[in-house]
């Protein structure tokens, strides 16, 4: 691994005290304020590895000096050895978390996220199989102090759902759900199966970054907007009126439509919601494209049809395809408890081809 340059430590360090002076003296309140805030927040750990680091490198080269000393008697080079092993091996793990700490951001990582989970192929099961995992997501937020709000929940007849979306907000939620897009299947016994026999039903999951007014430019001319009754379970309380609302927009071709709420103004402002983060994601998708044929590897291939995981109920486990991991207590990741250990490994693999990919550059 590269190891980061003295200067480039500095600037970090030196940032994080040109901020610390602001802050001090800045009036609180004010969008600049809470960025700078922000900002300091997220330094702060990576100073504190700094310092850390600094002094791993003071004491690896005083152990080293010690080491030419040739009136070195053989019990203190041996302790002398010993020390500098030690020094070397916390050195050299600081600098791998400093390095870490110091990669490209991702600038969505701190954003909110909408959630979309849709029935896939498997009939009702695959139904039954979106709404569980549109719960796990929902324990999951909880879990994390998050704030999870259901934008739109459309039932099937038969139970489950055939889409259903929600909006999770709370500190660095896109970055810990951001690899959970894909195609998740199941293998498991389906309680109208008489037969005992396994059936394999999938849904599909996207997150997505919120979107902010300044990431997207949405004329009005843009957009189609067709308001129509809404039907189906889930607007049996609201069909009366025209409040169900549909919009496309026209250059992508992205169409979004809302039905749940009696208001047809909040379906539109739920709809414009998801419509500005979608065209927002593909824009990210399309430079992520770029970057992803610069690059060797990377956590599977970010396309929403690709397999990412398999939930084998029978034998009671999950395994992630992306990086071959197989957890079991399948019971504890459905209650969304035993999701962090697959989300850690994910995120740590990421970071590991990014480390990668900047060794081989330098």
């Given at each position: ?70 009136s070195l008697d053989a019990e203190m080079k041996a302790l002398a050895e010993a020390e500098l092993y030690d020094g070397r091996a916390r050195r050299d793990e600081l600098e791998r978390k400093v390095t870490v700490a110091l990669l490209p951001k991702d600038e969505a990582d701190e954003r909110n996220a909408i959630l ?93 970054p919120e979107a902010q007014e300044v990431d997207v430019k949405v004329e009005d001319k843009d957009l189609r907007i067709d308001v129509y009754r809404s039907s189906g379970p889930g607007g049996q309380s609201v069909n009366t009126t025209d409040s169900a609302v549909r919009i496309t927009h026209l250059p992508t071709g ?109």
């Amino acid at each position: 691994m590269a190891v980061v340059p003295e200067d480039k430590l500095e600037a970090v360090v030196a940032r994080f005290r040109t901020i610390e002076t602001q802050l001090t003296t800045a009036a609180g309140g004010g969008p600049e304020y809470v960025k700078l805030t922000k900002e300091y927040s997220s330094l702060g750990p990576v100073v504190a590895a700094i310092e850390a680091l600094r002094k791993a490198r003071n004491d690896v080269a005083g152990a080293e000096e010690v080491m030419k000393d040739p009136s070195l008697d053989a019990e203190m080079k041996a302790l002398a050895e010993a020390e500098l092993y030690d020094g070397r091996a916390r050195r050299d793990e600081l600098e791998r978390k400093v390095t870490v700490a110091l990669l490209p951001k991702d600038e969505a990582d701190e954003r909110n996220a909408i959630l979309e989970v849709r029935a896939g192929t498997g009939g009702d099961e695959a139904g039954l199989f979106g709404g569980d995992l549109f719960r796990m997501y929902q324990r999951y937020a909880e879990l994390r102090g998050w704030r999870f709000e259901a934008l739109a929940y459309d039932e099937k007849d038969g139970g489950g759902i055939k889409e259903a979306q929600a909006m999770i907000s709370g500190f660095g939620v896109f970055a810990r759900l951001k690899f959970e897009s894909g195609v998740h299947r199941v293998q498991r016994v389906p309680e109208t199966e008489a037969q005992g026999r396994i059936h394999t039903s999938t849904a599909t999951v996207a997150v997505l970054p919120e979107a902010q007014e300044v990431d997207v430019k949405v004329e009005d001319k843009d957009l189609r907007i067709d308001v129509y009754r809404s039907s189906g379970p889930g607007g049996q309380s609201v069909n009366t009126t025209d409040s169900a609302v549909r919009i496309t927009h026209l250059p992508t071709g992205i169409v979004v439509a809302m039905q749940d709420e009696k208001s047809q103004h909040k379906n539109r402002a739920k709809a414009m919601k998801i419509l500005l983060s979608r065209i927002y994601d593909a824009k990210r998708a399309e430079q992520d494209a770029a970057r992803a044929a610069q690059r060797r590897g990377q956590v599977g291939t970010g396309d929403r049809s690709e397999r990412i995981r398999t939930y084998n109920f029978p034998q009671g486990r999950v395994t992630d395809h992306r990086i071959n991991l197989t957890v079991h207590q399948i019971d504890k990741v459905m209650a969304g408890e035993g999701l962090d250990p697959i989300i850690e490994a994910l995120i740590t693999t990421d970071e590991a081809e990014r480390l990668v990919a900047m060794d081989e550059k330098s």
